[in-house]
């Protein structure tokens, strides 16, 4: 609490500082305060009209406080002290107005809707004076547009016309606006589609668009056509020739000199399906792995988006460095292709230290990877990792320690499925197994052993992961007598969880961005979904074998209980972009499971929870819920509540994060949601579901945060306060003045959604 004042008092020093905003802007100078873009019409997004300003104002904290410049106005005239060198590094000088890049921003304004048809627009830059501060507003009157009254096609090859004339695809329309933007992108519409086809020589500048204005009614005729150059001979011409692929010849030398020498270099020279390697007999990587990865196919036609298309697959691929292509024409209109490889080094070695502090426990961790990008010179990835913990827990010591094994091929590895649907998916195999032990010297010691074989692939703005099969095996080697006593026995935990149990599931998970880094100023939203069954195929096997339940009712595998149920979750961000500084992020989650046939409960792994720095920071991890469920009081406040899990999950986040200076981002965020169980279990009293009643029982919360931005990781504080707890009594409810249990204090790596 003392911290929070402390950091308190600092924003409102800067905030003193900032307001005196024209300390430094020179005598005679006026300081960029503000900048305005006033249009009479939106088909243009604001985004891109201003990254047609040459000039722009400071930037502000949440859209209030220039912090950046307070810095830079904190530093005192003598630059060779330090405290005035960190301050200038850390803040921002001021934005001196300046009338030639206003008007140059006015005139790229107008070239712009010059571009969209508004041919007769106009940009009036109007700047208004007020100390020594200058407001600066770009006026634009864009006037009636010009639209294309006739579209023509003057082509006389059949290809180009084919292409051109493709009404479900292309782009240009008769009553259009005039927009320059979209005829240019019609000319890239069109090479691509003729370099599809094989025409390796065509290139979008033998296109030209000519346009007749002279009817003069803002009317526009547009006749597309070949360059004149190109123009005359349009039957015989070489741009018009459809090559094939002849040969693909892979060069994979350890020794970069030797691509340069070739013909005289002591190479040995492998071919399978049409595809030839040349290189060192001990070559680095074997040709069924860039065959696996290559797109560009013997006796098909030549196509630019396979040639990307194998840019990417081995560049992907871990000991390729980099790649190069190139192609040589030959007789009979045909492409030879050499793909010259380069190898990285494919050995790593790396170790991880993490704090941790959960529930007022103090942690650590250490990770130890090491790793083969190349195990068997096929692209295969070979990865070790061995993982110990310990955690300080009510004067003894929790620890863990485990394994894991992972080895991913760079190709699907099933049985069924012809070799061009394994290629063109351009998936991972990735078969994996884990071990680990755990001991919590209070409750119980447990060992988890589990593995599974999991295929993973992208396809446009979507990533796919399918477990084709993960087994889990939850073995209790020994469970405390004083636990056992304390909350088994007496049902305030479910006896279900601290059973042997075996989870062999099926999944998928997917995400999808439609976020484009070319446009990062503008608003993207991002999705993750998944779906898994469990024990279903195990359920099926002993109903086939006609296999009896045990006594409780339940089936077995090797005496065993294996778990059943169904599991689906749906998250999705929506980020608002207000400039290069200031943002507010949406998110909400849905998840719901529910156990069936041999399972009475989702085991405790797979259920959900809330609260925690990535739900609603309100509540510790796992302390909110389910539904209006309160701790018993013989559960002690520092003893992690198991019961407090559930099948039914929501999760509504909304916040507003601001750069601040250096590496600094601040938040303010609202938290809303909470945890149900399906069905109405005895030990989790009022935590069902029922549809009459939810709304009532969604937790919400409040609270800041900070974020250190170091780019390659998000190191991050939140402190969150309750402003609605579901499981107090009517009148305690809202904590309108919050005590000091209703702070929680969150430490994370990554942004919260």
């Not at 500082?17 to 019409?41: Q, R, W």
């Not at 990865?293 to 013997?298: A, D």
């Amino acid at each position: 609490m003392v911290r929070l004042c402390k950091l308190s008092l600092l924003f409102l020093v800067l905030l003193l500082a900032a307001c005196n905003l024209t300390k430094k802007v020179p005598e005679g100078d006026y300081l960029l305060y503000k900048s305005h873009i006033k249009t009479d019409v939106n088909d243009i997004p604001k985004d891109e009209l201003e990254e047609y300003l040459r000039q722009t104002p400071n930037s502000y904290v949440f859209g209030l406080v220039a912090m950046r410049l307070g810095f830079y106005n904190w530093a005192g005239p003598d630059s060779t002290k330090n405290i005035n060198k960190m301050l200038m590094r850390v803040g921002e000088a001021p934005v001196i107005y300046n009338q030639n890049l206003t008007e140059i921003s006015a005139q790229q304004l107008q070239r712009l809707y010059q571009h969209k048809g508004y041919i007769k627009a106009t940009v009036t830059p109007k700047v208004q004076f007020k100390g020594k501060k200058a407001i600066v507003e770009y006026n634009i009157n864009s006037n009636k547009p010009y639209t294309i009254r006739r579209y023509k096609l003057a082509f006389k090859n059949k290809n180009l016309i084919d292409i051109a004339s493709d009404t479900a695809k292309t782009l240009v329309q008769e009553g259009m606006l005039f927009d320059t933007d979209i005829l240019n992108a019609e000319r890239e519409r069109i090479t691509a589609a003729m370099r599809q086809q094989g025409f390796y020589n065509f290139s979008k500048e033998f296109l030209l668009f000519s346009a007749d204005s002279s009817l003069n009614a803002r009317k526009v005729d547009i006749t597309f056509d070949l360059r004149e150059n190109v123009r005359r001979n349009q039957e015989n011409n070489p741009i018009f020739k459809q090559y094939h692929i002849n040969k693909v010849i892979f060069y994979t030398n350890n020794d970069a000199a030797l691509i340069n020498d070739i013909q005289n270099a002591q190479l040995d020279t492998v071919q399978f399906r049409n595809f030839i390697q040349i290189g060192h007999k001990n070559k680095f990587i074997k040709l069924d792995a860039l065959v696996q990865n290559t797109y560009i196919n013997p006796n098909t036609l030549y196509s630019d988006v396979d040639v990307e298309k194998t840019y990417s697959a081995l560049n992907s691929l871990g000991p390729v460095k980099y790649t190069n292509i190139s192609f040589k024409e030959t007789a009979d209109n045909r492409l030879d292709c050499y793909i010259i490889i380069v190898p990285s080094k494919t050995i790593s070695f790396s170790t991880e230290a993490e704090g941790t502090f959960t529930e007022g426990f103090w942690g650590g961790a250490v990770n130890v990877n090491v790793g083969d990008r190349n195990a068997f010179r096929g692209a295969e990835s070979l990865t070790a990792q061995l993982r110990g913990a310990m955690e300080w827990q009510q004067g003894v010591w929790a620890k863990e320690i485990g394994g894991k094994l992972s080895l991913k091929f760079p190709k699907v590895l099933f049985p069924v499925g012809s070799f061009e649907f394994k290629r063109n998916l351009h998936a991972n195999t990735d078969f994996n197994t884990n071990i680990s032990f755990q001991s919590r010297p209070s409750e119980f010691t447990v060992t988890n052993f589990g593995g599974g074989i999991n295929y993973s692939w992208m396809k446009n703005n979507f990533r796919h992961d399918f477990d084709l099969v993960d087994i889990s095996y939850i073995n209790f080697l020994e469970i405390m007598p004083e636990f056992t006593a304390a909350y088994i026995t007496t049902g305030l935990y479910n006896k279900y969880n601290y059973e042997n149990h075996l989870i062999m599931r099926m999944g998928y998970n997917g995400s999808y961005s439609n976020f484009n880094p070319n446009r990062p100023m503008r608003d993207y939203s991002t999705m993750r979904y998944s779906v898994e069954s469990s024990g279903s195929l195990l359920y099926a096997l002993n109903k086939l074998l006609k296999s009896s339940p045990g006594a409780d009712g339940y089936y077995r595998i090797f005496n065993i209980r294996y778990s059943q149920y169904l599991r689906a979750e749906y998250n999705t961000t929506h980020y608002q972009i207000f400039d290069k500084n200031n943002r507010f992020v949406y998110h909400a989650g849905i998840g719901i499971g529910t156990p069936f046939g041999n399972g009475d409960v989702i085991p405790y792994e797979r259920r959900f929870y809330s609260g925690g720095a990535n739900s609603v920071r309100g509540w510790s991890e796992s302390r909110l819920g389910p539904g209006v469920y309160t701790t018993p009081d013989s559960i002690s406040i520092r003893t992690r509540d198991y019961n407090q899990v559930g099948d039914i999950k929501l999760d509504l986040n909304m916040e507003y994060r601001a750069k601040l200076f250096w590496v600094m981002e601040g938040a303010l965020f609202l938290d809303a949601g909470n945890i149900w169980t399906i069905r109405n279990y005895e030990n989790q009293t009022g935590g069902q579901f029922k549809l009459d009643s939810f709304m009532k029982q969604i937790a919400i919360a409040y609270g800041a945060g900070l974020r250190f931005d170091f780019s390659f990781f998000i190191f991050r504080f939140d402190a969150g306060v309750k402003l609605y707890d579901p499981s107090k009594s009517r009148l305690e409810q809202w904590r309108v003045k919050p005590k000091y249990d209703d702070w929680a204090f969150h430490v994370a790596i990554g942004y919260p959604f």
